[in-house]
């Protein structure tokens, strides 16, 4: 079985256990802090998902490094899933978590990329627009600045993409002349 596919039942399980315990944004916010963690702590991933190194070690930085930041449901479920020996799949049961959370809750990350920084108007039109097409509930906004745009947008939410960018029209007229 994929690697997606048993995190995301884990992921499944941690989220049924936080609605029985009255704790699914509390889990959330363990589960955001978590990846982060990890994202920014390299060590740590090549820790989790070294067979090497003993199971005992793996709760004991992990209890270390999150033993008063995160909640009990949330140690707890670290611990169990490494004594199983699954401590590869942490990192991507958080983001699942983190996935299923935002789908249970109507929210959608919006990235957008664009030559500069967006207006608050511009951001306010583009959260207004995706909430409208998707029907969700709260919109994230992860802005990057590509200067190679020159101008205009590129608005990514799951696996669509729309392309308002300069630089990409420019690219499509290019291509026509040459034909």
Do not use: C, H, W
């Not at 249970?104 to 919006?110: P, W």
């Not at 969700?136 to 799951?158: M, R, Y």
């Amino acid at each position: 079985m994929s690697e997606i596919k048993v995190a995301g039942r884990y992921a499944k399980s941690l989220i049924d256990l936080a609605v029985e315990n009255n704790g699914l944004a509390e889990s959330y916010n363990d589960m955001v802090l978590f990846e982060k963690v990890v994202d920014e702590t390299p060590e740590l991933e090549a820790i989790l998902k070294n067979p090497i190194v003993p199971l005992d070690k793996k709760v004991g930085i992990l209890n270390g490094i999150f033993g008063d930041k995160v909640g009990q449901l949330s140690l707890t479920f670290f611990k169990t899933v490494v004594n199983k020996g699954r401590s590869a799949i942490l990192i991507a049961t958080a983001k699942q978590f983190i996935k299923q959370y935002n789908e249970i809750k109507g929210i959608v990350t919006a990235d957008v990329t664009s030559a500069t920084a967006l207006s608050a108007e511009a951001k306010a039109q583009i959260i207004e627009t995706v909430k409208k097409e998707l029907g969700a509930k709260e919109v994230i906004v992860n802005e990057k600045i590509d200067e190679k745009l020159i101008g205009g947008f590129i608005l990514k939410v799951d696996d669509k993409q729309f392309d308002a960018s300069i630089a990409s029209g420019l690219n499509k007229l290019k291509k026509e002349f040459a034909a």
